[in-house]
């Protein structure tokens, strides 16, 4: 069994339109379980690997791994006196409707998941036998009181309340954060990913992973296979930053998620909250490109998914089709109809979230508000049963009985009750039944994921011939359905023919109600053929195929890239690059530096040869003996290009007399000391700072933490200490209103890291690179020998000019190119050095070979 590579992360993590298509798949199981916890075609000695080599990969698609806390299977003992276990499909569960929704043909569907019974340890084994030969079913077998910690500990008690923003702020009010619990989530979440092991090919299988309950299992898998090619969806809300800031392992949680390729939301406001939490504590931001969110992450692109679950159209309509269906609805006519009532219904769990009271605190205003509504209207309100435990439960469930008993007392009359409370469970065509009667279905969650309720609603009321004629109807008539929903559920968004309300607002609901029962026929024919319309063809199927394209897409560059893992525990995390990216090594740029004889070097300052979180920015003595001793070998050319202003740099570089500087981006450059500063575009005109000043200065007003650099031809804004979001939004903004006043201005705005800059046209540190390199030409000193080091974004012009340039006449025809940039990212450079302490301890090696070099005095 392979487990041994994640011992390390437990203890770490204890101290701290038309359908979408999805690329065909070949139905085959490279990975056969022939008795639990052991399988055949797996070496084990790979197990400690955390490097990838792309010439190894396939590019053969087999099956879906789909992994979520529960199995859609049913459980129950054998009633014949054997001993053994009866398993049948459940068909309610959204992950055997997916497996519809994607068709059976084209694609192989692997569940692993827990089941909803516990198993005796000496029965796992034939049971894990069973489950995979005949539903392709791998179980997770999780100690019962470790269960208890994970699901009704750490799931329930605290990322539920939190996530539905209930902040534990009094021992009453959700659970406190618990590090016992904590560490129980993480090794359930290992367990799954031990199992997942067992049955996975990493290099052609995709893994999609399902909901809050297995939040650090990307960190697991992502560590033993770095290309793993994996989806991860969220079925509940994400929080506001300021709620989830709260959650103490909140960076933990956002750096697993991280090693998923796509994540899915039901709600542009739910990728919004994680994209706010992203910024604001892990300092990501995201890019859209051509319609696709994207995270860049160590060299990976996570993508965002955002789109709701839909139901299965065409199990609704079996159902729909049943002989039971159309008896149980003939009865509710009978009940209600033919006494001349009109149904109002209400399904939900019974929780603190699904504002069960206050809907009945809405029908109880209503019927004080509209007295003639009195002994016509009834309210069946179905309560499922509450899926977590806690005192919490049973306060609603005790407020939600005495709130029926009251309003019945009250309202209530021989042969009237305006209030039905059903608070056992229905079959599922029982409630299809009622779906089918009720004038109007009431969804007022105080906050929810997705809730399918409304979609059931609306395809029950489209109904079928048969259903019709019980319910008197003329199959040619239109069909009409009413909503009144929250604002605060997943589907709201979708459902725009709904009643949206705020269910906290008694007095809204109850008037939407009323709305409901009174708008003409015709407007309520509208807004059920609207939401007819989207969500038969949003259904299951849509959603599972578009999220399968989106993760196919995502994954697509894995097989070019080459992988590293770094970090410890969940702090793990994978680096791809180009597979031409390497680390530049000491030996091979020394022994570069000894075999020629002509050299140019380029270094930048800020973040290169200086960290970019130093409070001292001044060089160190260090650094400035290294760049003397290089500029005293007269075939070396060595430059500082900063977008520091020349006289800061002028100052900090004294004794440096052969030293060439560019300040400014390269607009103003000097040889060395000895010459007169120049420009590398003709001197511009700066009558632009009148316009562009002002508007900085608006802004700056009005970001608290923002500051104005004025340099001589530049002007910077910078938001670093402002708000992330608020300086994101208003650089934006800037951007715009400067780009729009300096139209007719010789210069260019830009956006970079944490600033906008406003800059004459035409200037780049790529236009140094090629002074120096025709510079060098002219003087008949084309270098053999080019290294040129530099950290973000304005760095790679040099780069692009350096790379391009190998092999013309700027440079000598078997010269050694050398473009390195700070930390493993995407670059235009072929080399990477980690961080400012190894290119200075590089650039010490140079200076101490350079200083052997030299001819003895």
Excluded at 390 to 399: H, I, L, P, T
Excluded at 622 to 629: C, G, P
Excluded at 744 to 759: C, H, L, R
Excluded at 835 to 844: A, G, H, K, S, Y
Aim: negative net charge; aromatic residues 8%; hydrophobic residues 40%.
């Amino acid at each position: 069994m392979v487990s041994r590579s994640y011992s390390n992360l437990l203890e770490l993590a204890s101290g701290e339109a038309p359908s979408p298509s999805f690329g065909r798949m070949n139905r085959r199981i490279p990975r056969i379980m022939t008795v639990a916890g052991i399988m055949s075609d797996l070496d084990d000695d790979e197990s400690e690997s955390v490097c990838s080599d792309p010439s190894s990969s396939s590019a053969q698609k087999d099956r879906i791994i789909v992994v979520a806390n529960q199995l859609p299977i049913r459980v129950q003992r054998k009633t014949d006196g054997s001993k053994g276990w009866l398993f049948s499909w459940d068909e309610n569960s959204l992950l055997l409707q997916l497996k519809d929704g994607l068709g059976d043909d084209e694609i192989e569907v692997i569940y692993v998941g827990c089941l909803k019974e516990e198993i005796h340890p000496n029965e796992q084994d034939e049971v894990s036998q069973i489950l995979l030969e005949t539903f392709k079913c791998v179980p997770t077998f999780v100690p019962p009181d470790l269960f208890t910690k994970y699901y009704h500990g750490f799931c329930k008690q605290q990322l539920w309340p939190l996530f539905h923003y209930m902040l534990p702020l009094s021992p009453d009010l959700g659970g406190r954060f618990n590090r016992l619990l904590w560490q129980a989530y993480v090794s359930v979440n290992k367990i799954f990913a031990d199992r997942i092991m067992e049955v996975i090919n990493p290099e052609d299988d995709f893994v999609w992973v399902h909901d809050y309950h297995l939040m650090v299992l990307p960190t697991f898998l992502r560590k033993r296979f770095n290309r793993v090619k994996l989806g991860f969806f969220l079925h509940s809300p994400f929080p506001s930053s300021e709620i989830y800031k709260t959650l103490p392992i909140r960076e933990e949680i956002l750096r697993a998620l991280f090693n998923s390729d796509l994540i899915g939301f039901h709600t542009f406001d739910y990728a919004r909250h994680f994209l706010s939490c992203c910024s604001r504590m892990l300092g990501i931001s995201y890019e859209s490109k051509r319609g696709y969110i994207g995270l860049e992450y160590y060299g990976r692109t996570v993508s965002i998914k955002i789109l709701p679950v839909g139901i299965h159209m065409g199990q609704l309509q079996q159902v729909l089709s049943l002989p039971e269906t159309e008896a149980k609805v003939t009865e509710l006519v009978e009940q209600f109809n033919h006494q001349g009532r009109t149904l109002l219904l209400g399904v939900d769990d019974m929780d603190i979230f699904k504002g069960i009271s206050l809907k009945l605190l809405a029908m109880e205003q209503l019927l004080l508000q509209h007295p003639e509504k009195q002994g016509e209207v009834v309210l069946v309100q179905i309560a499922n049963p509450a899926r977590g435990k806690g005192k919490d439960v049973k306060e609603v469930q005790d407020e939600t009985n005495s709130t029926v008993k009251r309003i019945n007392e009250v309202f209530g009359r021989p042969g009237y009750q305006p209030v039905i409370l059903i608070d056992k469970p229905l079959k599922f065509y029982e409630r299809i039944a009622y779906y089918v009667v009720a004038e109007c279905c009431l969804v007022t969650a105080v906050r929810d994921g997705m809730n399918l309720i409304p979609y059931e609603y609306i395809i029950s009321r489209q109904g079928n011939e048969k259903l019709d004629k019980v319910l008197k109807l003329d199959s040619s008539t239109p069909k009409k359905s009413m909503l009144v929903v929250s604002e605060f559920i997943g589907c709201s968004p979708s459902l725009s023919g709904a009643i949206r309300v705020n269910p906290w607002n008694i007095d809204v609901v109850a008037d939407a109600m009323d709305s409901a029962l009174v708008m003409p026929e015709p407007e309520k024919q509208l807004r059920h053929e609207k939401h007819y319309r989207y969500v038969s063809t949003h259904d299951v199927g849509y959603w599972a195929r578009s999220f399968l394209q989106d993760l196919e897409r995502t994954c697509k560059d894995h097989v070019r890239r080459r992988c590293w893992g770094i970090g410890f525990g969940l702090s793990f995390r994978v680096v791809a690059l180009d597979p031409n990216f390497r680390k530049l090594s000491m030996e091979h740029i020394v022994s570069a530096y000894k075999r020629t004889t002509t050299r140019a070097i380029l270094l930048d300052y800020d973040g290169t040869l200086m960290p970019q979180n130093a409070i001292d920015k001044k060089p160190s003595a260090k650094t400035i003996e290294i760049i003397k001793t290089l500029c005293r070998d007269k075939n070396n050319m060595v430059f500082i290009v900063s977008a520091r202003s020349r006289k800061t740099l002028a100052d900090w570089f004294p004794t440096c007399e052969k030293l060439g500087i560019a300040a400014e981006h390269g607009y103003f450059l000097r040889m060395n000391q000895d010459e007169e500063w120049e420009t590398c575009i003709p001197a511009a005109e700066c009558s632009w700072k009148e316009i562009a000043e002002p508007v900085m200065q608006l802004y700056t007003e009005t970001t608290d933490g923002s500051v104005i650099e004025d340099k001589e031809t530049s002007m910077v804004w910078c938001y670093e200490d402002a708000d992330p979001d608020f300086g994101s939004c208003q650089a934006k903004e800037l951007l715009d209103h400067l780009e729009s006043v300096l139209a007719n201005e010789p210069v260019t705005v830009k956006s970079g890291q944490n600033i906008v800059e406003v800059k004459p046209q035409g200037v780049s540190k790529g236009l140094v690179a090629k002074r120096l390199l025709n510079a060098m030409q002219e003087k008949g000193m084309s270098p053999d020998f080019v290294l040129c080091i530099g950290d973000d974004r304005s760095d790679e012009d040099m780069f692009e000019v350096i790379m391009s340039s190998v092999a013309g006449p700027s440079m000598a025809p078997s010269a050694e190119v050398f473009a390195c940039t700070v930390g493993r990212k995407p670059s235009k450079a072929k080399y990477y050095l980690d961080d400012t302490t190894e290119i200075v301890r590089l650039m010490q090696g140079l200076a101490s070979v350079a200083e052997q070099m030299l001819p003895q005095m």
